[in-house]
């Protein structure tokens, strides 16, 4: 099982940034790919972003141009650097790590939901 830390939300203004982490520790041999989801009051937890070992990134339409998804593998860390954020990014972000299949675009969960870390956006 694959373990995660995530850190790094806040309160920030419209047009501010952030700069969300995920550390995972445990079976890291199973994974290779970590991804954010964010799920904001009465919505739906929605995929953000997505990093494979390979270099496959891939981020939700939402938030392609303002989000920034990398990872220190020597740390087993990956990162989630917001810019532009708006109201609507309002959510707790959650990270989650496990293997990505490219040939099936198939995502198949590592990890445990972690206790999400939560990002506020004023107007």
């Known amino acids: 099982q694959v373990h995660l830390v995530e850190s790094g939300g806040g309160l920030v203004q419209a047009g501010g940034s952030l700069r969300l982490s995920c550390e995972a520790s445990?079976?890291?041999?199973?994974?290779?790919?970590m991804v954010w989801y964010r799920q904001a009051p009465g919505a739906e937890r929605e995929l953000v972003a997505r990093?494979?070992?390979?270099?496959?990134?891939y981020y939700a339409d939402s938030v392609k141009g303002r989000f920034t998804i990398s990872a220190n593998n020597a740390k087993n860390t990956a990162y989630l650097q917001m810019n532009s954020l708006k109201p609507e990014d309002t959510a707790v972000y959650y990270c989650?790590?496990?293997?990505?299949?490219?040939?099936?675009?198939?995502?198949?969960?590592?990890?445990?939901w972690g206790q999400g870390t939560q990002v506020t956006v004023s107007s």
């Open positions: 445990g079976s890291i041999d199973s994974i290779n790919a």
């Open positions: 990093i494979t070992n390979g270099g496959n990134i």
């Open positions: 989650n790590a496990g293997w990505y299949a490219a040939n099936s675009r198939s995502y198949y969960p590592r990890s445990h």
